[in-house]
């Protein structure tokens, strides 16, 4: 992409480093919406900033901010997304941010079903899709009809929230799921679900460790068509249990790939998504969920050759598309502060991470973008006239 076309089309992220980062390396320059002190507001590809710290609530406040970010802009920006809430916004404001904004985003229903985990379950069944068997756990109206006796599912199961609260924390603590071995763990964990008032998924686990977890990216477009695409797998976790990713890797993988695309036709999706699949023991893949939105998977994505979100730019300022390759496999990414831990949760010697992180082409700290490092932690060393 050409300078003069990133500085009359800026992309407008909400979204975090590895956003920034991916659009940069397509020559794309950055509008980030966030709080003040995010280290990628000192990035070399951030170009303006809008400051907002609460995407869950007032998004009518939001939106009248971002389409006042807009009109002062010489062309309508592209808008990126990469929470649910986010999402879920983008969705549910379309007609109005569509006035001001460039963007992609799946029907309107689509996105409600695969957003909310119930929803999603019953779409799974109706479609036949490959999941897990799961049964829904009403709390947000007080204890509910069932018991923990009436969850039919076999053990071990995960429980987890409908959607992604903040609240989850008090008792998922840092993992996005709970594994409960029996029922009679269940029974022990039932009154803390029923104070947490948050409606719940319990699900049956599939075996294996999160390594298991293999994952299918695209870009549809609105044809239907798959511009671009890769697969991938977790390498680490943190903590190593159903925690969030910390270290990440490309494959080239067949068969996720052939059901990725068998799951993009049946939805009939187009915009961004991620799949996530679970490999059991005898080899056959399980769907665990789909998000309709932008990740942190793009950077190492755009460093394996397919750059996802620059498709999307692309495709909405009308520029002549150019062949997409093949994804590089073996491309990795990391959180290099949490992957630390996880290396030495999982018993991977510092040595042994060291070198791998070292080759490690897409993490925090680059000498092609150092200023959100420096200004974050080397910062704090230097007296105040050189900060």
């Not at 592209?78 to 999402?87: E, I, K, T």
């Not at 924390?169 to 039932?190: C, M, N, T």
């Not at 890797?249 to 052939?258: C, F, G, K, N």
């Not at 598309?321 to 831990?341: E, F, H, M, Q, Y």
């Amino acid at each position: 992409m050409s300078e003069k076309q990133d500085k009359r089309a800026l992309a407008c992220v909400m979204g975090d480093m590895n956003m920034v980062r991916a659009l940069g390396m397509g020559g794309i320059g950055c509008a980030l919406v966030t709080q003040p002190g995010d280290p990628a507001l000192h990035s070399r590809y951030t170009r303006q900033a809008v400051f907002w710290d609460d995407f869950e609530n007032r998004h009518a406040e939001l939106i009248d901010l971002l389409v006042d970010f807009a009109s002062r802009q010489p062309e309508p920006p592209v808008l990126y997304y990469q929470q649910d809430a986010q999402l879920l916004m983008v969705s549910r404001h379309r007609d109005r941010l569509a006035k001001s904004f460039r963007f992609v985003v799946p029907e309107a229903e689509l996105v409600e079903d695969l957003v909310d985990k119930a929803r999603f379950q019953v779409l799974a069944e109706r479609l036949q899709l490959p999941v897990p068997r799961t049964r829904r756990i009403d709390f947000s109206v007080g204890a509910p009809d069932t018991g923990p006796s009436d969850i039919d599912l076999r053990f071990p199961i995960i429980v987890k929230p409908l959607t992604r609260y903040v609240a989850w924390g008090a008792i998922g603590g840092a993992g996005k799921a709970l594994r409960v071995e029996s029922p009679g763990e269940l029974q022990a964990l039932w009154p803390d679900l029923i104070a947490g008032g948050m409606d719940l998924l319990a699900q049956e686990m599939i075996p294996g460790p999160e390594t298991r977890i293999e994952s299918y990216h695209c870009y549809v477009d609105g044809a239907g068509s798959v511009v671009g695409e890769y697969t991938g797998r977790k390498i680490r976790t943190y903590p190593e249990a159903l925690g969030h990713s910390t270290a990440l890797t490309i494959t080239d993988e067949a068969d996720v790939r052939t059901l990725g695309r068998e799951m993009v036709d049946k939805l009939a999706l187009t915009g961004v998504a991620k799949f996530d699949f679970k490999r059991a023991p005898d080899g056959t893949l399980h769907l665990l969920e789909v998000n309709p939105r932008f990740n942190l998977w793009h950077y190492v994505g755009a460093v394996a050759g397919v750059n996802l979100p620059a498709l999307v730019y692309g495709d909405l300022l009308g520029l002549r598309r150019s062949p997409v390759p093949r994804a590089r496999a073996g491309a990795s990414w990391c959180n290099i502060t949490r992957d630390k831990l996880a290396a030495r949760e999982s018993g991977v010697s510092m040595a042994e991470w060291w070198a791998w992180m070292i080759r490690c082409e897409a993490k925090s700290i680059t000498l092609r973008d150092p200023m959100p490092f420096l200004r974050k932690h080397v910062s704090r060393v230097l007296p105040a006239r050189w900060r």
